[in-house]
C-alpha cells in the first residue's frame, strides 16, 4: 500500500462487506453470477501445465463465496482461500466444507496484497484472483503474488463486467434502458461516499476501463503473458463518470512479447433472463444496492416496466453475455489493443478520429490480420502513423478502429512508388 496516499484513502477496497447470516444475499448473490465454464479454466490449466507438472497447491485470493475454489479443488491436492472478510469465509467454508471435507481447503483472513505475510515463499503452483485486482494496490498486490508462487507457477487473473443482451435488436434497443438502470443504482451507491471510499471506487473504475491492462507484468519478474479479451465491444466497467461524478483514466500496460487474443463469444458465460431474474441480479450485484434503492424508486421502476415491454413481457426470457462481441484476431508479441487513446498519439488533434479501439501492431502480419478481421465484420477502420490531418467526413462509427502504425520500423517503396511496403 502507497503510504504516501492520504489515510483516509487507505484500505478503500474493504467496502465490499456482507454478513456471514445475510443468507438471501448469499443465494440470490451465486444464482446470479456467470458460471465460469470448463473452456475457461483449461485454458488456465493448459497454460500451466505447460509451464509446470506440479498441481500441488492453488490459492484462491478474493473467495468471497467459494465458487472458483470449489473448481481448484477438483485439480489441486490443497486448496488456500483467502478473503478480506471474515463473513465471506464463513460462507465458503459453509459451503464447501460437507462436499470437500476440512483437510482438503484452508481457509486465511488477508488482504491480497498480505499474502506473502501468511503463506510460504515459493508454496503455491497456482494463483487465482477473480474479480479482485480492481479492488486491490497493485503493485503490492503482484508483488505479493510473485512472492508467494513457486518458479514456474501460474498467475490467473480475470473479470467479468456488465451482462449485456446477445440478440443484436435488443442491444441496440434495450441495451440503453438496462445500462441506465446500472448507472442510476449505482450513483445512489457511489456519490454519498466519503473520500476513502470514493477514492476507491474511482480505482475500480480506471481499471476496469482499462480492460485490466493496467496491471504491469515485469520481464525481471513474470513470463510469457498472456491477455486474453472476449466480446470486447461491450461495456466492462459497472460503473462511471455517469454514475460517480469523475473522469475516469484507464492506462495501458501491455509490454513488448506478451501475447494478446481477443475473441468473439456470444454465448461467453452466457445466463437466460427474464426482468425478474434481471431484478433479482441488480439487488444483489453489490452489498448496499437494496438500501440504496430503498422501497422503490420512479425513475428506476420507470425503467424497468419499459424493459419488461422490450423484452416481450414478464416471463418472457433472453441471452444475455457479460459483454458484447469482439475482433477475433491473435497478434504478434509487443501488438495490443486498448481503448486508450494516448497509445496512438498524433501530430495535431484538431478533429481527430475517435476510434472505440487502437490496435497497436508489430508486424506486416498483424496490419493484414486486422484489415481482414475489420472486412469481414464490417468495422470500421483507420490506419495511421502519426496523424495530423483531418477531414469532416471521417466518421469511424460507434465501433470504429484505429491501426496504429507507429510501431512499425520502416515503410519503403518500389521504383515506380505505385508500391509501399511496411516492415
Not at 433472453?318 to 501530430?347: H, M
Request: proline letters at 4%.
Amino acid at each position: 500500500m502507497d503510504n504516501n496516499k492520504p489515510h483516509d484513502q487507505r484500505d478503500s477496497e474493504d467496502f465490499w462487506k456482507v454478513e456471514a447470516d445475510d443468507h438471501e444475499f448469499w443465494d440470490a448473490y451465486i444464482s446470479t453470477r456467470p458460471n465460469y465454464s470448463k473452456p475457461f479454466y483449461q485454458i488456465i490449466y493448459h497454460y500451466h501445465s505447460a509451464h509446470s507438472s506440479s498441481s500441488d497447491v492453488a490459492h484462491d485470493v478474493g473467495c468471497g463465496a467459494g465458487q472458483v475454489t470449489a473448481e481448484l479443488a477438483l485439480h489441486y491436492s490443497h486448496v488456500v482461500a483467502s478473503d478480506t472478510n471474515e463473513d465471506h469465509l464463513a460462507v465458503a467454508k459453509g459451503r464447501l466444507a460437507r462436499t470437500f471435507g476440512e483437510s482438503r481447503i484452508s481457509y486465511i483472513h488477508a488482504k491480497a496484497e498480505h499474502l506473502g505475510l501468511h503463506n510460504p515463499e515459493g508454496s503455491a503452483d497456482l494463483i487465482a484472483a477473480a474479480e479482485v485486482v480492481v479492488l486491490m494496490d497493485r503493485d503490492s498486490g503482484l508483488q505479493s503474488f510473485a512472492q508467494v508462487l513457486k518458479p514456474g507457477g501460474t498467475l490467473a487473473v480475470w473479470f467479468y463486467g456488465r451482462p449485456t443482451f446477445s440478440e443484436p435488436s435488443l442491444r441496440t434497443q434495450a441495451q440503453p434502458i438496462l445500462d441506465k438502470i446500472m448507472l442510476l443504482i449505482w450513483s445512489k451507491v457511489i456519490r454519498p461516499s466519503g473520500p476513502r471510499r470514493a477514492w476507491g471506487f474511482k480505482r475500480c473504475a480506471d481499471a476496469m476501463e482499462s480492460w485490466l491492462d493496467f496491471l504491469p507484468f515485469s520481464t525481471d519478474v513474470w513470463t510469457d503473458v498472456q491477455r486474453y479479451k472476449w466480446n470486447t465491444y461491450g461495456t466492462l466497467p459497472f460503473f462511471g463518470k455517469e454514475a460517480c461524478g469523475y473522469e475516469i483514466q484507464p492506462t495501458c500496460n501491455v509490454g513488448r512479447g506478451e501475447k494478446v487474443v481477443i475473441s468473439e463469444d456470444p454465448k461467453f458465460w452466457m445466463n437466460k433472463w427474464d426482468v425478474a431474474a434481471l431484478n433479482e441480479y441488480f439487488s444483489v450485484l453489490f452489498p448496499g444496492f437494496r438500501e440504496a434503492i430503498g422501497e422503490g424508486d420512479k425513475e428506476i421502476d420507470s425503467l424497468f416496466d419499459e424493459l419488461t415491454e422490450m423484452m416481450g413481457g414478464e416471463g418472457m426470457t433472453k441471452e444475455f453475455t457479460d459483454l458484447q462481441r469482439g475482433l477475433g484476431v491473435t497478434l504478434s508479441p509487443g501488438s495490443s489493443i486498448s481503448s486508450n487513446f494516448t497509445v496512438a498519439p498524433r501530430w495535431s488533434l484538431y478533429r481527430a478520429p475517435a476510434p472505440k479501439f487502437i490496435v497497436d501492431v508489430h508486424s506486416e502480419e498483424d496490419v493484414g490480420a486486422t484489415v481482414r478481421c475489420c472486412n469481414k465484420r464490417n468495422i470500421k477502420f483507420l490506419a495511421q502513423s502519426r496523424g495530423n490531418g483531418w477531414a469532416d467526413t471521417l466518421n469511424l462509427g460507434d465501433y470504429g478502429l484505429l491501426i496504429n502504425l507507429a510501431g512499425l520500423n520502416q515503410i519503403s517503396f518500389d521504383n515506380d512508388k505505385t508500391v509501399a511496403t511496411i516492415e
